[in-house]
């Protein structure tokens, strides 16, 4: 069902930007239950917002408990996970008051994107720190930890625990990454991104100079918070830090997903990627 669900998801995001827009003009409102509000429409398969699976699934379904540790202390990480990054809009992960330090060319660029031509749309990867609408999985060894992705082309990253960055890495989607540990949280750096993902369906760019540091904290058993500082003097002024949750899905699988197969959304998908940025 999950497969099914991707196109309607898809369509409704990039229809729900446009409602936003039009509803400026002096219109009749449509009804409310043939619109979906941004946050419904951006909502991750088997959140609370989201208008299918809040039908599916009680509002909360997240376990509580305390922190699982492994035998050498360190907490365990692993388990099907939901959210943790950006869907819509990078901007959900800022605290209150903080905006997005785009340069002039960055902000001219994205406002020229059209969502058709999302690569995420279009079943290419999503980069960091975006996350499909999809589970993913943590794996957890001494010396790698894992993400596994349903979404898209059923990718994975790979975190070196025992490495170091190659002086001149190839520039890739996921980019090369090493792990450390502060404390009971897990510090993801990672440099040689390529610059063709988008950071979120609005289409927030980035530069081959993109550096992320990560910091994957498990507050509890159901609760992983993902605490990631983007730094990319190409096109953003300044670092600036995001905070996301993701949520312990503990009766879950990744299911076979393969984007590619039944791709029809991106030719549905006319008009720029979201609004103009709020002032």
């Known amino acids: 069902m999950r497969s099914n669900l991707r196109g ?4 409704a995001t990039a229809l729900s ?9 002096p219109t009749t409102a449509p009804a409310k239950s043939s619109v979906l509000t941004p946050a419904e429409a951006t909502a991750p398969a088997g959140g609370s917002a989201n208008p299918d699976t809040a039908k599916r699934r009680p509002r909360d379904t997240t376990p509580h408990g305390p922190t699982p540790r492994l035998p050498d202390g360190h907490p365990d990480l692993s388990g099907v996970w939901q959210g943790g990054g950006p869907v819509g809009d990078l901007a959900q992960g800022l605290a209150k008051g903080e905006t997005i330090p785009l340069l002039p060319a960055a902000k001219a660029l994205m406002d020229k994107r059209q969502s058709k031509d999302d690569p995420e749309a279009n079943c290419l990867p999503t980069g960091i720190p975006r996350i499909a609408p999809y589970p993913w999985r943590i794996v957890q060894t001494p010396t790698h930890i894992f993400f596994l992705f349903e979404g898209n082309i059923h990718s994975y990253r790979q975190i070196f625990m025992d490495g170091k960055h190659p002086a001149d890495p190839d520039p890739t989607w996921y980019g090369h990454s ?4 502060d404390g009971d949280t897990l510090v993801v750096d990672t440099i040689g991104f390529n610059d063709k993902f988008w950071f979120d369906f609005r ?3 980035h530069t081959e100079q993109l550096h992320t540091i990560e910091r994957y904290t498990r507050k509890d058993l159901g609760t992983l918070e993902n605490k990631v500082t ?3 003097p190409g096109d953003y002024s300044k670092p600036f830090t995001l905070t996301f949750t993701a949520r312990l899905r503990p009766k879950e699988e990744l299911m076979e997903y393969i984007c590619q197969e039944n791709q029809q959304d991106s030719k549905h998908m006319i008009g720029n990627s979201g609004p103009p940025e709020n002032p």
């Open 203 to 205: 289409g927030h760019p």
């Open 17 to 25: 930007f446009a409602v936003g827009a039009a509803a400026q003009a």
């Open 178 to 181: 090493i792990g450390s540990w």
């Open 8 to 11: 309607a998801q898809l369509l």
């Open 230 to 232: 983007i730094i990319d």
